[in-house]
């Protein structure tokens, strides 16, 4: 990642924080999740092209709602399923 812009740093940063803060709750277990959420950041390590950066923020915070959004489904289910017994 270029180091000339610490904005894009820290936006890098911040987003893998988040998405490693999402998999403590990953059916395959944390470990897993968390390896290969390292070898996907660490594949683009040598993008320096600030368009392609920006890029991939987006795709990580797009990954990042979908693991939102199917935690919360998992949620409803279970909920759902305790209140149709009643």
């Known amino acids: 990642m270029a180091s000339f ?4 740093r820290h936006q890098v940063i911040a987003v893998y924080k988040e998405l ?9 277990g ?3 999740y968390r390896t290969r959420l390292r070898k996907a950041f660490a594949s683009q390590k040598d993008v320096t ?5 920006k890029k991939g923020i987006e795709r990580a915070q ?3 709602k ?5 935690y919360y489904l998992k949620r ?3 909920l759902r399923q305790r209140y149709d017994k009643i």
């Open 49 to 53: 092209d600030e368009a392609q950066i």
């Open 66 to 70: 979908e693991i939102e959004a199917l």
């Open 20 to 28: 490693l803060f999402l998999g403590r709750e990953y059916p395959l």
């Open 30 to 32: 944390y470990e897993y």
């Open 5 to 8: 812009n610490p904005t894009l």
């Open 76 to 78: 409803y289910r279970a």
């Open 62 to 64: 797009f990954v990042k």
